[in-house]
């Protein structure tokens, strides 16, 4: 028998039928050869704030106790926060309302055992893509719902949604959604959760923060509705895994049987104390959000001058398709520009372009690149 | 309606059948109400290597960044490590046959959906009250063979087991037990591993470094061993949760699809490099087990002296029962006077309290505490 014969016949025996089924996610590039512009995975180019770090530092001197499996201090940190912001005080939210968990990727898998397993879910065509790979992992059915042309939700295909799918157990939108950076409004959201009131409406609002409406305030409205969010993105803290959700007691309960039933403890002791810093420095959080807002709008405008069309986004990232230049291409020449940006080579936007918010220096490093491209290609 | 029969009703509606029927985990108490003598979670009594921190402040400054999804320095670290300790050359591992996650739960966690969905396993009755919690999580089967009288693994139980078990898809075992302590050599798991060549054999190392046979060089003789640690006991790092497995690339590439399906980065870029700066100190690494096995023996002789049946132990724990005074009375006695041991409310085990070893100065107040306990209900 091949090496591969026997690799094969290995795999048969040992890997469950589940696990030789499964099409993995693909995370953005980490290149390790050299160093890029990196504009692919949606980072925050600016650093988290300076208590961050003073926060770990102070966390360090415990290592060797496991860290609280409750994460109670890091919840009621959110909760404040999330009442702080609510002005007219209609939001009441305690820690009973806050799961949290290692990164939002893995709050979101979570909910897939928590709500939906063996029942239906439905989701946009166009969204982020870990959704059919959790639901495959966790063996959920899903619907996928065409996206209008111009890449926007069309919200009346969601609304009153039980009477179209028997046995929807629930809907996931990602407000903004992924990668096209079109959001929802908050009204139209709650439009959505109130129709369905039997089915777990999941609002994934990992770009929230950077300029889109966040239906946080509705939890107390609604039981039906889960809020996630994550500190990757607006906290600039993609390296160190703490994600967040905002729901009912109930629905936050049942991502508790889960995760009790998983890992009793998916948050670090540095993790833990970095992410209470970082939502405490409330300045730092809305400086380093408007930069990125500024420079999106800038770029944005000097796209559309060299004949992209860019769609609205309320994101860090700008999706973009160019009038007569195919991504796939300019995706190639930025690369060995030194400039890295996201190309997924999938039906509907395989001719898109999905570019990070830097900073402006590194944005005009960027429309640099694309200038020289779009001209050497409209030369040759 | 009351509002009771209102969560209630809500509970059914939303949670799923698989989560309302889940029986979580629950780890052993982090008290906040005052400070104990924690000898309840089988942590560390003394701190990490000094250069673990210097490791974690070097990687505050990338936090921005996400971490390396594929953890290739850390399992290289972890490779390198075990082909050090093999002194014939025998084991000749490389990074591809390291799989690393969020502690070792969540290793034993996708082991679950990796190998043994909807097929058969089999453990002890008296194990990790963990292995039947994942079972239910991932609806897999399970068997718990009795453990002999004197809480011994008996080998020919799980020798040439699929003759027995027909759908056998795997078989787990601690080594040593928990929370017994008995521990099994690496003949008798050969022997295990190598009549069941069909299945998966999960061996859980967590608490190997304190005097077992580790059979981390058996994997490249065995296509299906998974042999797991952790980082959270021998290295004194439970705050920063990180474990790891060995086994063939087969298995680890199973452990990675559903890794990659669950979330791309379970470790964090702190943990990423405390963990390998504490793989690379075998100096610290040593004189703490060390020390911990010196104290364990010296206790264990004590507890013998004062009427209690100790269980031989190769782990950094004590499972005893004393020949006349009820375990869950000495628990309270204990925790009222500042101790915390762990004390399981299950049947076959529910006259043992499982008592870390801590400093040498801990377990001293722990002996007096425990002498006390036995005089003063001696003389009630």
New interface residues.
């Given amino acids: 028998m091949t090496e591969k014969l026997k ?1 094969e016949k ?2 048969r ?7 030789l089924g ?6 953005g590039e ?1 290149p390790k050869d050299k160093t890029y512009i ?1 504009l692919n ?1 949606n ?6 704030s300076e208590i ?2 003073t926060a ?2 102070g ?11 409750e994460a109670t201090e890091l919840r009621e940190t959110i909760s404040d926060y999330f009442n702080r912001q609510d002005k007219d005080g209609s939001a009441r939210l305690t820690a009973e309302n806050v799961f949290v968990g ?2 939002s ?2 709050v979101l ?1 979570f909910a897939f ?7 239906s879910i439905v989701f946009p065509n166009v969204t982020y893509s870990f959704y059919p ?2 639901a ?2 966790f063996q959920t059915q899903y619907r996928e719902i065409p996206l209008r042309e111009d890449f926007s939700i069309k919200v009346e295909d969601y609304t009153s949604l039980s009477q179209k799918v028997s046995d929807l ?1 629930g809907i996931l939108l990602s407000n903004p959604n992924a990668p096209t950076g079109r959001s929802l409004t908050r009204d139209e959201i709650a439009q959505i959760v109130a129709s369905n009131p ?1 089915s ?1 409406v999941v609002i994934d609002e990992a770009y929230i923060d950077f300029g889109g409406q966040s239906v946080v305030d509705l939890v107390p409205l609604y ?2 509705l889960l809020v996630v969010q994550t500190l ?1 993105k607006s906290r ?6 703490v994600g967040f959700a905002i729901g ?4 936050i ?2 991502l ?3 995760k ?12 833990m104390e ?1 992410a209470k810093a970082a939502i405490l420095d409330e300045t730092h959080f809305d400086a380093t959000r408007n930069s990125i807002i500024l420079t999106r709008e800038r770029v944005s405008a000097r796209l559309a001058d060299l004949d992209f069309n860019v769609l609205p986004s309320k994101a860090n990232f700008l999706f973009i398709t160019h009038k007569t230049k195919p991504a796939s291409a300019l995706f190639s020449g930025l690369r060995k520009k030194g400039v890295l940006v996201r190309y997924f080579d999938k039906p509907l936007i395989d001719n898109f372009l999905r570019v990070t918010i830097g900073t402006d220096e590194e944005m005009d490093v960027f429309l640099k690149c694309m200038e020289e491209l779009i001209i050497e290609s409209g030369n040759s």
Same sequence: chains 1, 2.
């Fill in positions: 690799r290995m795999m025996n040992y890997m469950s039928q589940l696990a499964l099409k993995p996610y693909t995370p980490q990196k995975t980072e925050n180019p600016y650093p988290p961050v770090k770990i530092y966390a360090m001197d415990k290592l060797r106790l496991y860290p609280d499996p290692n990164g990727d893995e898998a055992p928590a709500f939906f397993t063996a029942r790979v959790y495959n992992l157990s039997d777990v039981d039906n990757s600039s803290l993609a390296g160190l895994r009912s007691e109930t629905l309960q049942a508790n049987r889960v009790n039933s998983f890992n009793s403890y998916t948050i670090d002791r540095l993790a970095g």
